[in-house]
Antibody, heavy 123, light 107 residues
Framework: EVQLVESGGGLVQPGGSLRLSCAASEFTFSSFSMNWVRQAPGKGLEWVSYISSSSGTISYADSVKGRFTISRDNAKDSLYLQMNSLRDEDTAVYYC????????????????WGQGTTVTVSS | DIQMTQSPSSLSASVGDRVTITCRASQSISGYLNWYQQKPGKAPKLLIYTASSLQSGVPSRFSGSGSGTDFTLTISSLQPEDFATYYCQQSYSTLHTFGPGTKVDIK
């Protein structure tokens, strides 16, 4: 079964750091662009970051630019999100999601999602 | 950055009703518009990609249309399992912004 499994969430103090991981299985991970999407409690979906299949193109939402870093290891079928200088407003469930297909920066939808990992930023 | 808006923000409907949700982009996104359904405590599910293509396994009562800046999601006959929140999302840019969502609940 095609699957994404996130890990690494937890409770962290404001200003702290956390690294999320997303393990992919049963598909050729290196062929797909990937994303992080988050959802604060009771709020809508917020796209966070994008990385192309070869890591050649990376994008961030303005709300996390300069604080979060997306990366991937195609040899390990894994996606990462390094989160630094965390703020209360970063509290959310974080999902990794696969772009079904991308060409020249235009993509189809995100067709595979993980179950999410919860990040809580609080003192 | 491309901004997405949706209307209405919520609606109440009955089983069997025809439901239409609209989504607007702040600039042309050609046909790179996707629709998701999310139920409480669950990950989003892709329904429609590139404005009008039905994702595999999604019932045919769901359909999408539009291009440029204006798009619609239509549920032709609302079923009990369709009560959920629906999001549009643009993938014209690698900054894949979402709309704010439309909650569909039971009248």
């Amino acid at each position: 079964e095609v699957q994404l499994v996130e890990s690494g969430g937890g409770l962290v103090q404001p200003g702290g750091s956390l690294r999320l991981s997303c393990a992919a299985s049963e598909f050729t991970f290196s062929s797909f662009s990937m994303n992080w999407v988050r959802q604060a409690p009771g709020k809508g979906l917020e796209w966070v970051s994008y990385i192309s299949s070869s890591s050649g193109t990376i994008s961030y939402a303005d709300s996390v630019k300069g604080r979060f870093t997306i990366s991937r290891d195609n040899a390990k079928d894994s996606l990462y999100l390094q989160m630094n200088s965390l703020r209360d407003e970063d509290t959310a469930v974080y999902y990794c999601a696969r772009d079904e297909y991308c060409s020249g920066g235009n993509c189809y939808g995100m067709d595979v999602w993980g179950q999410g990992t919860t990040v809580t930023v609080s003192s | 950055d491309i901004q997405m808006t949706q209307s209405p923000s919520s609606l109440s409907a009955s089983v069997g009703d025809r439901v239409t949700i609209t989504c607007r982009a702040s600039q042309s996104i050609s046909g790179y518009l996707n629709w998701y359904q999310q139920k409480p405590g669950k990950a989003p599910k892709l329904l429609i990609y590139t404005a009008s293509s039905l994702q595999s396994g999604v019932p045919s009562r769901f359909s999408g249309s539009g291009s440029g800046t204006d798009f619609t999601l239509t549920i032709s006959s609302l079923q009990p399992e369709d009560f959920a929140t629906y999001y549009c999302q643009q993938s014209y840019s690698t900054l894949h912004t979402f709309g704010p969502g439309t909650k569909v609940d039971i009248k």
